[in-house]
């Protein structure tokens, strides 16, 4: 796993002379009228040069970026301490760090074990999760009127009923819908995006494969599909791994295949 805190001498160092800045006393000396009239908007450090500005502007990046990697850890539960890592910085600039560079490797080294574990272990457990809370609606959502439960184990309710024509594998077909976890949180939506989504009918997850040829043109449906069916074990930001979907569908238009390739 990539080491949050792989840091250059120069980054450490630009960080240090900006976070010693407040302890440092102000000088008595008369200030030159460019930093008198830069003092004048109430801003705590005063540039006297473009170099000073760039200096400036690498600590703020690298404040930035170090307080970024702190904060992931912190999200799974490993608080750092942010004094310390100053002082860290500190020490190595004074040239009496307490620990060695083996003895930094190897603290950085179980410090991202660590994150890799802690992140691991709640990615299962959040899978695991997901897999109960979706057996759970499935076993709810089958016992409601009009449900129809197919072979593979799709659900579906047929929402508006219609009498065209019902697509094969092979079609393209157009359609709106609404995607939602659930627990009700919506992934994606068609209606949202203000157009009707087209695509092969062959080349998306099983559960619509499957459950889109059932459906007459001009009908809605809703389908909910277990996970098997859809994306498994696979987690993204926005569906968790063994997650059960919820799809409202209405069928819009189909598209032969051969029409398609002209």
Known sequence: MKSFFKVSLLAATVALAAGCQ????????????AEVAQAETGKAVHFKTEDDKAAYAIGVS????LNTSLDKP????????KDLVLK???????????LNEEETRAALEALDKRVAE????????????AKKAGEEFRAEFEK?????????????QVLTPAEGEMP?????????????LTDGTQFDSSYDRGEPATFPLNRVIPGWTEGVQLMPVGSKF???IPSELAYGEQDTPTIPANSTLIFEVELLKIESAEETKQ
């Not at 860290?88 to 307490?98: L, M, Q, R, W």
């Not at 409601?144 to 579906?156: A, I, N, R």
């Open 168 to 180: 094969k594998e092979t079609d393209t077909v157009q359609v709106h819908y609404k995607g939602t």
């Open 144 to 156: 409601q009127e009009g449900v129809t439960k197919t072979e593979s184990g799709l659900l579906y």
């Open 62 to 65: 690298f404040a930035n970026y």
């Open 118 to 129: 802690t992140m691991q272990k709640q990615a299962a457990e959040k899978a695991e999760a």
């Open 22 to 33: 407040k302890e440092e006393e102000p000088k008595t000396e008369a200030a030159p009228a």
């Open 74 to 81: 912190n999200e799974i539960g490993i608080t750092l301490n």
């Open 88 to 98: 860290g910085i500190e020490h190595v600039f004074a040239g009496n760090p307490e």
């Open 222 to 224: 809703k389908f909910v």
